[in-house]
């Protein structure tokens, strides 16, 4: 039914970019809310940024705001992360997710979610 196939994880210095996509496919909802989050090793799933696809309202948290910016293209069912000014502390697995109304970054809430594209950052 509902799939979301991230993709443009990889290498980047510290201070460099990299720009996540998330397609998603198979939604019988309009109120989507796709969200970004992470995980390293050793650490808990971390919400990093939300979008209602409805509003366009989003969320940052604290560590990426001023750096991460999410956007949307609605007619193609895609998600972006833009990451800029990358830091060795963002090294993670990305993930995004999807769920029906907003719910930021609360990841209970969160029904569908990719298979994650790891982003390096070397220092």
């Known amino acids: 039914e509902v799939q979301l196939v991230e993709s443009g994880g990889g290498l980047a210095q510290a201070g460099g970019s990299l720009r996540l996509s998330c397609a998603a496919s198979?939604?019988?909802?309009?109120?989507?809310?796709i969200a970004w989050f992470r995980q390293a090793p050793g650490k808990g799933r971390e919400g990093v940024s939300c979008?209602?696809?409805?509003?366009?309202?989003?969320l940052y948290a604290d560590s990426v705001k001023g750096r991460f910016t999410t956007s949307s293209d609605n007619a193609k069912n895609t998600v972006f992360l833009q990451m800029n000014n990358l830091k060795p502390e963002d090294t993670a697995v990305y993930y995004c997710?999807?769920?029906?109304?907003?719910?930021?970054?609360?990841?209970?809430?969160?029904?569908?979610w990719g298979q994650g594209t790891q982003v390096t950052v070397s220092s």
């Open positions: 979008i209602s696809l409805r509003d366009g309202i989003t």
């Open positions: 997710a999807a769920t029906k109304g907003w719910y930021p970054l609360e990841t209970y809430e969160y029904a569908y």
């Open positions: 198979g939604f019988t909802f309009d109120d989507v809310t």
